[in-house]
């Protein structure tokens, strides 16, 4: 019996997939310790998992930092720049005594301090990508979230590709110098960008994604295993309220909105304009608005129920399309759920995400400037309207859900595991 440590760090959409890896773990009969910070404690210790809680520590109510975070020019800057890269000494003092027992260390891409802390104790290491953007592929290119418009440009010319993932690589590569230092005063080497490739692991890379989003590329690391994805959808009931049980049964099937766990702490007029879009295609709607009463809209009717959370694998099967922010969790919950859905892509690997799934021929996209009454009433209509939508998202949902991504991803890590 291992035992494995599992850094995760992010929203709900970075720890759920790491929460149903460590479940999958624990049937084998394998000991997971997830390491995260304290916010998550009661979601993974509900599962009967243990946890070691890491800093950063994680407020949601700072909605000005969430803002910061969520734009599209600067959210990534600051996720490193103002929250991982200041606390890597109080990281790896955390982080340090969990790993010291562990036979195997798993590492979100944006757990810096995992790898370095596995590397100084001589712990086999194991990382994980949640989305296709974390490989920055010179061949299958990525979408920037500050100019999405490049994307057309980077897939026309290869040459064009490879001085953007340079130039990518160049800024990155400031951000994460306190890292390179920090690893030097452990007598490590500098290592590689950890931002970029020095995120994946020479062991072993988890592609915990649906390969109806990518497929290998030549320029992966040669050690990556396309898992597929973990749809687990958090602990407690997995269905949904007595409340919205009663609405979904009163009619037809809804349109569903939610930003997801990050983008719903700044989501500004997005329920109210989603609530008048609604409206003026005669649909009814659920709205998932989060914990601040500021983003219930402010007229509802009997055609359309406002309420904190439901679970997404539970709703999202129900509904007639959804409506989302493109998360990778978030999205490959509506790519199981077999419905077309609008993407309001805000930051990090949101938009990238956006572009696979409309290229798909299973959703539209439309930015979070352009996100008024009368586009999203446009969108959603043509989105409702072509029957081709629908259909083709019922092929790729049969596809994802035949993937087995907490199995095949165990196997893959027994595999190193045995060989080490």
Same mark, same amino acid.
């Given at each position: 019996m291992s035992r494995v440590l599992i850094n995760s760090f992010g929203s709900y959409g970075d720890v759920n997939p790491y929460v149903g890896l460590a479940l999958e773990l624990r049937r084998r009969g394998h000991r997971p310790l997830l390491a995260m910070p304290a916010v998550y404690r009661a979601a993974v210790e509900g599962e009967g998992l243990e946890f070691h809680a890491v800093r950063p520590d994680l407020d949601p109510a700072n909605t000005a930092l969430i803002e910061r975070i969520m734009d599209p020019a600067r959210g990534t800057e600051a996720i490193f720049g103002e929250i991982v890269v200041p606390s890597l000494q109080a990281t790896f003092a955390d982080l340090r005594p969990a790993c010291? @027992?562990?036979?195997?260390?798993? +590492?979100?891409? !944006?757990?810096?301090? @995992?790898?370095?802390?596995?590397? !100084?104790?001589?712990?086999?290491?194991?990382?994980?990508?949640?989305?296709?953007?974390? /490989?920055?592929?010179? +061949?299958?290119? =990525?979408?920037?979230?500050?100019?999405?418009? =490049?994307?057309?440009? *980077? +897939?026309?010319?290869?040459?064009?590709s490879r001085l953007f993932v340079w130039l990518s690589n160049q800024v990155t590569r400031q951000w994460a110098r306190p890292v390179q230092r920090f690893r030097a005063s452990l007598g490590l080497e500098p290592g590689e960008n950890p931002i970029l490739a020095g995120q994946h692991s020479p062991h072993l890379v988890l592609a915990? /994604?649906? %390969?109806?989003?990518?497929?290998?590329q030549p320029d992966w690391p040669p050690n990556t295993c396309l898992a597929g994805p973990i749809l687990y959808n958090g602990a407690g009931s997995p269905e949904v309220s007595a409340e919205i049980e009663a609405f979904l049964t009163a009619g037809p099937a809804p349109i569903v909105f939610t930003l997801g766990s990050s983008a719903v702490e700044a989501a500004g007029s997005f329920y109210d304009i989603s609530a008048e879009a609604a409206r003026r295609l005669g649909r009814?709607? =659920?709205? *998932? =608005?989060? %914990?601040?009463?500021h983003n219930r809209p402010?007229?509802?009717?009997?055609?359309?129920?406002?309420?904190?959370?439901?679970?997404?694998? !539970?709703? /999202?099967?129900?509904?007639?399309?959804?409506?989302?922010? @493109?998360?990778?969790?978030?999205?490959?919950?509506?790519?199981?759920?077999?419905?077309?859905?609008?993407?309001?892509?805000?930051?990090?690997?949101?938009?990238?995400?956006?572009?696979?799934? +409309?290229?798909?021929?299973?959703?539209?996209?439309?930015?979070?400037?352009?996100?008024?009454?009368?586009?999203?009433? %446009?969108?959603? @209509?043509?989105?409702?309207?072509?029957?081709?939508?629908?259909? %083709?998202?019922?092929?790729?949902?049969?596809t994802v859900r035949a993937e087995t991504g907490p199995a095949t991803a165990c196997d893959a890590i027994e595999r190193i595991m045995g060989r080490r």
């Open positions: 010291e @027992g562990a036979d195997l260390v798993i +590492t979100h891409p !944006a757990a810096l301090v @995992g790898p370095i802390v596995a590397q !100084a104790l001589g712990r086999p290491w194991a990382s994980t990508v949640l989305a296709p953007m974390s /490989f920055f592929s010179v +061949t299958d290119p =990525v979408v920037p979230p500050p100019a999405p418009w =490049v994307h057309g440009l *980077l +897939t026309r010319s290869r040459a064009l915990l /994604f649906s %390969r109806v989003l990518a497929e290998p009814r709607a =659920v709205l *998932l =608005v989060g %914990r601040h009463a402010r007229a509802v009717d009997d055609r359309i129920l406002a309420v904190d959370y439901a679970p997404h694998a !539970a709703l /999202f099967p129900r509904a007639a399309a959804i409506v989302h922010q @493109g998360g990778a969790g978030t999205t490959h919950q509506a790519l199981a759920s077999g419905h077309p859905m609008l993407v309001v892509p805000h930051a990090h690997d949101q938009p990238d995400n956006a572009s696979r799934v +409309t290229r798909l021929g299973v959703a539209r996209t439309v930015y979070p400037k352009r996100y008024t009454a009368d586009a999203v009433t %446009r969108e959603l @209509g043509a989105l409702l309207a072509d029957e081709r939508y629908a259909l %083709r998202a019922k092929e790729v949902a049969a």
